[in-house]
């Protein structure tokens, strides 16, 4: 255990039942201690080197920790916004790389130090955002990655991982929302479909990607928010082009038979009022019957045996009450009296769902479910809703499944299933509910996987981690089963940065593209009710947003300007 720390923690780095911990604080235990401690087994050590500012991040390398932030001083010595001591005794090593702004991610790995940040200066070169470090003299090396945003998504055909974003460059190339990287060597290939804005789904039928998201064009051609590639030919975009309206994000896709249903938080498709769900024609992409009416966002659809399996923040389907998950004909759109009603209302979520011959496989955030407690993750009957006895408990949300004949592997931001540590990954046996104890050597811990996907004997994950056993791994990383380490090494980064998380009063957001442009914001809470509204200029890529009257808890933030939209997650302490 931890004592008791009277300010915040931001950094973690773990070694040998020692841990080391950074932040904004000044007391740990009662002692004195200025953003750096270190404790092991629960007590406090006299390590106790101080910096001047913030810590946000730290590297463990050898004897050597390597800490980033923002702040001018070590122990009374000057270090710009990056600096080194020993693990030993606390001493600032002469290692100066000095960034001209905030460093927010390090990893050591065994080559180089990588920083990333809000820099566009470090190690006496130019680099924006993303730098590789000489481990001896701390000047920055001939490898340059200037890396954009986040991937949300990841499909796999052929050896070849379809990855979807908010990106704008992946693995040192420019690949604006959608990429294709070969799944061995993280390489990004000739296929490049230039969508304009983010993309959230993707769903690959045949040789044809359907891609939703939130976006106006694609290879340079109008499309709103929907479209579709084919994926061997240079001959890249469809005509393919159903249209939601133009803030309406598709959030999910699903294909059965000649349909392709879709997900989101739009209210119209092809000018048709249709609520936050619909059905096109998967040739043609004309609007059809189908109209389930959810009275909120949907994040998921998955089809099994004629029914459409949907979760996301709504409170009814058709005007009849329905709470985050609705099962409906894939025919005709009707419901079906399938009431799980997770909970407490309010303070749960739903963010992936399989339908098997078993049961429904429920992961989110929720206490109960199916008149049953279950933390998180649930296996419901296919009826209505009942929670069956199976239920591995994990001690944080659940964001992805994938399911692979009797195992069920989950992502999320969970440390531990049923006491067992495995971050943020897990593979479970479903006869049993039994998992493998497993470490994922994901970092910083509590990062997170969004997604996965599973191809032959290889899991790619996306998410917000930048490091895997100790490699540099930004936002994507592979595993062979049985898992030895990361391979692939597509390199994400962020170009726009919020700071500092968590917000307190005013959050910082730099990066944003393009320059002195007006953009509107809205801010959503869990259950995507609206919390806060306005507008700001993007001056020299920077804006704020006052944050004092918002409540605390993890909010949705959504930007938008006439030609370019953004989403990410924003925690109010």
């Given at each position: 255990?931890?004592?008791?720390?009277?300010?915040?923690?931001?950094?973690?780095?773990?070694?040998?039942?020692?841990?080391?911990?950074?932040?904004?604080?000044?007391?740990?235990?009662?002692?004195?201690?200025?953003?750096?401690?270190?404790?092991?087994?629960?007590?406090?050590?006299?390590?106790?080197?101080?910096?001047?500012?913030?810590?946000?991040?730290?590297?463990?390398?050898?004897?050597?920790?390597?800490?980033?932030?923002?702040?001018?001083?070590?122990?009374?010595?000057?270090?710009?916004?990056?600096?080194?001591?020993?693990?030993?005794?606390?001493?600032?090593?002469?290692?100066?790389?000095?960034?001209?702004?905030?460093?927010?991610?390090?990893?050591?790995?065994?080559?180089?130090?990588?920083?990333?940040?809000?820099?566009?200066?470090?190690?006496?070169?130019?680099?924006?955002?993303?730098?590789?470090?000489?481990?001896?003299?701390?000047?920055?090396?001939?490898?340059?990655?200037?890396?954009?945003?986040?991937?949300?998504?990841?499909?796999?055909?052929?050896?070849?991982?379809?990855?979807?974003?908010?990106?704008?460059?992946?693995?040192?190339?420019?690949?604006?929302?959608?990429?294709?990287?070969?799944?061995?060597?993280?390489?990004?290939?000739?296929?490049?479909?230039?969508?304009?804005?983010?993309?959230?789904?993707?769903?690959?039928?045949?040789?044809?990607?359907?891609?939703?998201?939130?976006?106006?064009?694609?290879?340079?051609?109008?499309?709103?928010?929907?479209?579709?590639?084919?994926?061997?030919?240079?001959?890249?975009?469809?005509?393919?082009?159903?249209?939601?309206?133009?803030?309406?994000?598709?959030?999910?896709?699903?294909?059965?038979?000649?349909?392709?249903?879709?997900?989101?938080n739009f209210a119209s498709v092809n000018g048709v009022q249709r609520q936050f769900a619909a059905a096109v024609d998967r040739w043609l992409g004309e609007l059809t019957p189908w109209d389930p009416d959810p009275s909120g966002r949907v994040r998921v659809l998955k089809h099994r045996n004629g029914v459409i399996y949907m979760g996301g923040s709504f409170f009814a389907?058709?005007?009849?009450?329905?709470?985050?998950?609705?099962?409906?004909?894939?025919?005709?759109?009707?419901?079906?009296?399938?009431?799980?009603?997770?909970?407490?209302?309010?303070?749960?979520?739903?963010q992936d769902l399989i339908p098997t011959d078993d049961g429904v496989y429920v992961g989110g955030w929720f206490q109960w479910i199916g008149g049953a407690l279950r933390s998180n993750l649930a296996l419901l009957d296919t009826d209505i809703g009942t929670a069956l006895p199976w239920g591995p408990v994990p001690d944080g949300s659940i964001s992805a499944f994938h399911?692979?004949?009797?195992?069920?592997?989950?992502?999320?931001?969970?440390?531990?299933?049923?006491?067992?540590?495995?971050?943020?990954?897990?593979?479970?046996?479903?006869?049993?509910?039994?998992?493998?104890?497993?470490?994922?050597?994901?970092?910083?811990?509590?990062?997170?996987?969004?997604?996965?996907?599973?191809?032959?004997?290889?899991?790619?994950?996306?998410?917000?981690?930048?490091?895997?056993?100790?490699?540099?791994?930004?936002?994507?990383?592979?595993?062979?089963?049985?898992?030895?380490?990361?391979?692939?090494?597509?390199?994400?980064?962020?170009?726009?940065?919020?700071?500092?998380?968590?917000?307190?009063?005013?959050?910082?957001?730099?990066?944003?593209?393009?320059?002195?442009?007006?953009?509107?914001?809205?801010?959503?809470?869990?259950?995507?009710?609206?919390?806060?509204?306005?507008?700001?200029?993007?001056?020299?890529?920077?804006?704020?947003?006052?944050?004092?009257?918002?409540?605390?808890?993890?909010?949705?933030?959504?930007?938008?300007?006439?030609?370019?939209?953004?989403?990410?997650?924003?925690?109010?302490?």
């Amino acid at each position: 255990s931890l004592p008791n720390v009277n300010g915040t923690v931001r950094a973690v780095a773990y070694r040998n039942d020692t841990l080391f911990v950074g932040g904004e604080f000044t007391q740990v235990g009662g002692s004195s201690r200025t953003n750096l401690a270190s404790v092991h087994n629960g007590v406090l050590l006299p390590w106790s080197p101080t910096t001047n500012g913030i810590v946000l991040t730290m590297g463990l390398s050898g004897d050597s920790l390597f800490v980033g932030g923002q702040f001018t001083y070590m122990s009374g010595q000057q270090r710009a916004n990056i600096g080194a001591v020993r693990t030993t005794t606390g001493a600032v090593l002469a290692w100066v790389p000095n960034a001209n702004d905030w460093v927010s991610a390090i990893i050591a790995a065994p080559d180089a130090i990588y920083a990333a940040g809000a820099f566009t200066s470090i190690g006496g070169q130019s680099r924006e955002g993303l730098a590789a470090l000489d481990r001896t003299n701390s000047s920055s090396t001939s490898w340059r990655c200037d890396a954009s945003t986040a991937v949300h998504t990841v499909q796999i055909d052929n050896g070849v991982l379809f990855a979807g974003g908010r990106f704008r460059t992946i693995a040192c190339e420019p690949r604006r929302g959608l990429a294709a990287i070969d799944a061995m060597t993280g390489r990004t290939t000739g296929w490049d479909a230039q969508v304009s804005g983010v993309v959230n789904a993707v769903l690959l039928n045949g040789d044809t990607l359907f891609v939703g998201g939130n976006f106006t064009t694609a290879n340079g051609v109008p499309r709103s928010n929907l479209a579709a590639f084919r994926t061997g030919t240079e001959d890249l975009l469809l005509p393919w082009a159903p249209a939601t309206n133009f803030t309406g994000s598709v959030e999910c896709l699903e294909g059965v038979q000649n349909m392709i249903y879709l997900g989101g938080n739009f209210a119209s498709v092809n000018g048709v009022q249709r609520q936050f769900a619909a059905a096109v024609d998967r040739w043609l992409g004309e609007l059809t019957p189908w109209d389930p009416d959810p009275s909120g966002r949907v994040r998921v659809l998955k089809h099994r045996n004629g029914v459409i399996y949907m979760g996301g923040s709504f409170f009814a389907i058709a005007g009849e009450s329905r709470y985050q998950l609705a099962a409906v004909q894939f025919d005709t759109g009707s419901q079906l009296p399938w009431t799980p009603e997770p909970g407490p209302q309010f303070m749960s979520g739903v963010q992936d769902l399989i339908p098997t011959d078993d049961g429904v496989y429920v992961g989110g955030w929720f206490q109960w479910i199916g008149g049953a407690l279950r933390s998180n993750l649930a296996l419901l009957d296919t009826d209505i809703g009942t929670a069956l006895p199976w239920g591995p408990v994990p001690d944080g949300s659940i964001s992805a499944f994938h399911l692979e004949g009797q195992r069920l592997f989950i992502s999320g931001s969970f440390q531990n299933l049923d006491g067992g540590a495995c971050n943020s990954l897990a593979i479970i046996d479903l006869p049993t509910g039994e998992h493998m104890e497993w470490d994922t050597g994901i970092a910083p811990i509590g990062s997170g996987v969004q997604e996965l996907a599973l191809i032959d004997d290889v899991l790619l994950v996306s998410g917000g981690f930048s490091s895997v056993d100790g490699l540099d791994r930004y936002g994507l990383a592979a595993y062979h089963l049985p898992f030895t380490t990361a391979s692939s090494k597509p390199s994400l980064d962020t170009s726009l940065k919020l700071f500092p998380l968590p917000v307190v009063d005013v959050l910082y957001l730099r990066g944003l593209q393009p320059d002195n442009t007006l953009y509107a914001f809205e801010l959503y809470d869990a259950v995507g009710r609206t919390v806060k509204t306005g507008t700001f200029v993007a001056t020299s890529g920077n804006a704020t947003i006052n944050m004092t009257n918002v409540p605390s808890g993890v909010f949705i933030l959504n930007c938008r300007s006439a030609t370019h939209s953004l989403r990410t997650t924003v925690t109010k302490e």
